[in-house]
Nanobody, 120 residues
Framework: QVQLVESGGGLVQPGGSLRLSCVASGRMFRINSIGWYRQAPGMQRELVAD???????NYADSVKGRVTISRDSAKNTVYLQMNSLKPEDTALYYCNAEYSDLNLFNRAAWGQGTQVTVSS
């Protein structure tokens, strides 16, 4: 089972920046993709960005050009650098990992979430 622990959320003014981190731990064969979702009050959870084992990235249209996802595979850590933040970026941000367990079954794990609030 994989555990994901997020950090880096907080309160930031519009136009500011934040860097979220997510560390994956536990028994697994490999992580196939890892990324970030967010959920604002009253809204559905949506993909922000993810990165595959091969390094391919995918971004939501709403964050393209402002957000960069990166990873340190040796540390099982994924980062989300967010710049030019807007009030509409306010949400609970969740880390998600799609991984293969030791029996090579594909599974998914979610973190507890880290709050990002963009407000003046």
């Amino acid at each position: 089972q994989v555990q994901l622990v997020e950090s880096g959320g907080g309160l930031v003014q519009p136009g500011g920046s934040l860097r979220l981190s997510c560390v994956a731990s536990g028994r697994m064969f490999r992580i196939n993709s890892i990324g970030w979702y967010r959920q604002a009050p009253g809204m559905q959870r949506e993909l922000v960005a993810d990165i595959t084992r091969g390094g391919s990235t995918n971004y939501a249209d709403s964050v393209k050009g402002r957000v960069t996802i990166s990873r340190d595979s040796a540390k099982n850590t994924v980062y989300l650098q967010m710049n030019s933040l807007k009030p509409e970026d306010t949400a609970l941000y969740y880390c998600n990992a799609e991984y293969s367990d030791l029996n090579l079954f594909n599974r998914a794990a979610w973190g507890q979430g880290t709050q990002v609030t963009v407000s003046s």
